[in-house]
């Protein structure tokens, strides 16, 4: 059992100094009560950490990020949104695919490998979850993850990632 809110919580007061020396400044929405998700801390320390830096490093300064965790219903969500060069809209389609990176980014020269997505999608799905990203270039690019919130009747269960479906149980 992981709480998804101290986790992206101390997470992101570690991503604060590197970001604010970029000009970013990022901004912290999460509830103060526990948001329990089965899944594994140093996967989801990945999944927070590669779309916040994605959100700072996308910025190109002077601009906020903001991030949040809410519960809706039985899952719980990760909401990072940036106001930095967004994606071209023709490429969008592309985000999918090992090494892509957008042809904005590549202009500017902002360095990368192209993975990280991929990866957070990945661990994701592993965990039957979701990743919604939505991005205008020029404007910015929202990243929204949506877990299953552990149910109190579950929580006795350590595995994530390979445990049985929720809806099977009981
Ligand atoms: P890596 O994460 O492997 O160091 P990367 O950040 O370039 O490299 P991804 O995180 O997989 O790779 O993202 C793939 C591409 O999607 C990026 O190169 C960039 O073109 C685009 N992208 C991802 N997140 C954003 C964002 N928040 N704003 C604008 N473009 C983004
Ligand atoms: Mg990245």
Do not use: C
């Amino acid at each position: 059992e992981l709480d998804l809110a101290s986790l992206t919580r101390d997470l992101v007061t570690d991503l604060r100094v590197a970001s604010s020396q970029q000009g970013v400044e990022i901004r912290l929405g999460v509830p103060a009560a526990p948001v329990p998700v089965m899944a594994d801390a140093g996967q989801i320390a990945r999944v927070v950490t590669n779309l916040v830096s994605n959100a700072v490093k996308f910025s190109q300064g002077a601009s906020e990020v903001a991030v949040s965790v809410v519960r809706d219903g039985d899952d719980a969500v990760l909401t990072v949104e940036d106001h930095g060069i967004g994606i071209p809209s023709e490429e969008l389609d592309q985000l999918g695919s090992r090494f892509y990176r957008a042809s904005n980014a590549v202009h500017l020269g902002i360095t990368g490998t192209g993975l990280g997505l991929r990866i957070v999608q990945a661990i994701v799905e592993n965990h039957h979850g979701s990743v919604d990203l939505r991005s205008v270039q020029g404007v910015g690019t929202t990243v929204w993850v949506r877990l299953p919130v552990l149910q109190p009747d579950e929580s006795h269960r350590a595995d994530a990632a390979d445990s049985t479906d929720p809806a099977e149980v009981g």
